[in-house]
């Protein structure tokens, strides 16, 4: 009897703590869809999605292979399928290519742009990195057609905020992109219909942030600024899930 008594009272403690940690639903749309950006891979969103979890999203990242746009596009879409309801979709660098497209979708109720691309039909990532260069041009083709950042630059010109021991292993952990994806060029463009959140990481040496400024105001974006490299959803994760969950509570 003894221990029955036991075992409930330990029970019952484990549930009260339980539910002391689940978050209430948030308001607005629940679901959130990240796509990264070239050369690194969705693990550096890990605190971004704890912390939207925490406040109870949901929350998935989209892991692009970036042999082709059209095939990250897909891959998206079908994460936007997966999804139960609504949808706000993030993405950094090349993502933003990736969500412009994959976002004309209904279920899709915002767009949010990390330090990110935003082509309009016709454009393409190549094309707007061109019009207006990084400070940095350490992007280089190898002779099977695939694309890396330098990796004795990566550290000041990518990710210039973070610890050495960090950028090390990133710019030897590359997820390569192809020249062939920078250059396929938009069929739709979802910014024209949908309400658009955006960062410009002020700091950013890979990705100007004039263009990044350009192309957010020519998407009539809400735009916040946040003193970072081009990963600063790594370097400042509060911030730029504050600007994800500003998008989600206010996408209708």
Same mark, same amino acid.
């Given at each position: 009897?003894?221990?029955?008594?036991?075992?409930?009272?330990?029970?019952?403690?484990?549930?009260?703590?339980?539910?002391?940690?689940?978050? !209430?639903?948030?308001?607005?749309?629940?679901?959130? =869809? *990240?796509?990264?950006?070239?050369?690194?891979?969705?693990?550096?969103?890990?605190?971004?999605? !704890?912390?939207?979890?925490?406040?109870?999203?949901?929350?998935?990242?989209?892991?692009?292979? *970036?042999?082709?746009?059209?095939? +990250?596009?897909?891959?998206?879409?079908?994460? *936007?399928? $997966?999804?139960?309801?609504?949808?706000?979709?993030?993405?950094?660098?090349?993502?933003?290519?990736?969500?412009?497209?994959?976002?004309?979708? +209904?279920?899709?109720? #915002?767009?949010?742009?990390?330090?990110?691309?935003?082509?309009? =039909?016709?454009?393409?990532?190549?094309?707007?990195?061109?019009?207006? &260069?990084?400070?940095?041009?350490?992007?280089?083709?190898?002779? +099977?057609?695939?694309?890396?950042?330098?990796? /004795?630059?990566?550290?000041? !010109?990518?990710?210039? /905020?973070?610890?050495?021991?960090?950028?090390?292993?990133?710019?030897?952990?590359?997820?390569?992109?192809?020249?062939?994806?920078?250059?396929?060029?938009?069929?739709?463009? #979802?910014?024209? +219909? $949908?309400?658009?959140?955006?960062?410009?990481?002020?700091? /950013?040496?890979?990705?100007?942030? /004039?263009?990044?400024?350009?192309?957010?105001?020519?998407?009539?974006?809400? =735009?916040?600024?946040?003193?970072?490299?081009?990963?600063?959803?790594?370097?400042? &994760?509060?911030?730029?899930?504050? =600007? *994800?969950?500003?998008?989600?509570?206010?996408?209708?």
């Amino acid at each position: 009897m003894r221990k029955l008594l036991t075992l409930a009272i330990t029970t019952m403690a484990l549930g009260t703590a339980t539910a002391g940690f689940a978050a !209430d639903a948030p308001p607005g749309v629940k679901n959130i =869809v *990240i796509v990264p950006g070239a050369f690194v891979d969705g693990s550096g969103w890990r605190v971004v999605h !704890d912390i939207l979890v925490h406040k109870g999203y949901t929350v998935s990242v989209v892991q692009p292979k *970036i042999e082709t746009l059209a095939n +990250d596009i897909e891959q998206t879409r079908e994460q *936007i399928r $997966k999804q139960d309801g609504p949808v706000v979709l993030v993405g950094h660098s090349y993502g933003g290519a990736v969500i412009t497209q994959a976002g004309n979708r +209904d279920k899709v109720k #915002a767009l949010v742009y990390v330090a990110a691309l935003v082509p309009d =039909v016709g454009e393409s990532v190549s094309q707007l990195v061109g019009s207006m &260069p990084a400070p940095s041009n350490d992007v280089a083709p190898t002779r +099977d057609g695939h694309l890396f950042f330098a990796q /004795d630059k990566f550290g000041a !010109d990518f990710a210039g /905020d973070l610890t050495t021991n960090r950028t090390a292993f990133m710019a030897v952990s590359q997820v390569p992109a192809t020249a062939a994806a920078f250059g396929a060029t938009m069929q739709v463009a #979802a910014w024209h +219909d $949908k309400p658009t959140w955006a960062v410009v990481a002020t700091q /950013d040496r890979a990705l100007s942030p /004039d263009l990044e400024r350009w192309m957010y105001k020519r998407a009539n974006a809400k =735009v916040t600024e946040i003193k970072a490299s081009h990963v600063v959803y790594i370097s400042q &994760p509060e911030a730029v899930a504050n =600007v *994800i969950e500003d998008a989600a509570r206010n996408a209708h």
